[in-house]
């Protein structure tokens, strides 16, 4: 299922799997993720950078990150941050579910293009709360203000 090829992890083609493990080994070694359906891949050790496209229905647990996790043109996915990591991006990804489960991933930088219906959703204050969901705006509003173009979320009433 997973192969090293140089300091890059593979995991392709993949469909109905939910036993995908790959062991790194290397902080500098990435890991890629294409063209996978209805699976789980679960990344142990830290890696420099995950990279998933084309995925649909599936999910993707992983440690520590050095860099980014990126996820394109993808569908229904969920992500779980058990680790650090800097920065999630987002990009013509239609139902994303990030789960950040401890403080060391709740300081990512999220940075979206192109997407819809994503949430992140972060523990309860205790293991007996329930976790909670923060919806990602879809929609926003640029005007100008002294000069300057200022953009934010469109509030709703």
């Not at 995991?11 to 996978?36: P, R």
């Amino acid at each position: 299922m997973a192969k090293l090829e140089g300091n890059k992890w593979f995991v392709e083609k993949v469909e109905g799997k939910t036993d995908i493990v790959v062991n790194v080994a290397e902080a500098k070694q990435g890991v890629f993720i294409s063209q996978i359906k209805d699976s789980v891949v679960t990344i142990v050790g830290k890696c420099s950078a995950i990279s998933i496209e084309s995925a649909v229905g599936s999910g993707i647990i992983f440690d520590d990150v050095v860099a980014t996790v990126e996820v394109i043109n993808s569908k229904k996915v969920q992500l779980q941050a058990n680790g650090a990591l800097n920065q999630i991006q987002i990009d013509k990804t239609n139902g994303a579910t990030i789960y950040l489960q401890t403080a060391a991933s709740q300081g990512a930088q999220l940075v979206t293009s192109l997407s819809s219906e994503l949430n992140i959703v972060l523990p309860g204050a205790t293991e007996e709360d329930d976790a909670i969901e923060h919806p990602v705006p879809e929609q926003y509003v640029s005007k100008f203000v002294d000069g300057k173009l200022v953009t934010g979320p469109t509030d709703h009433v």
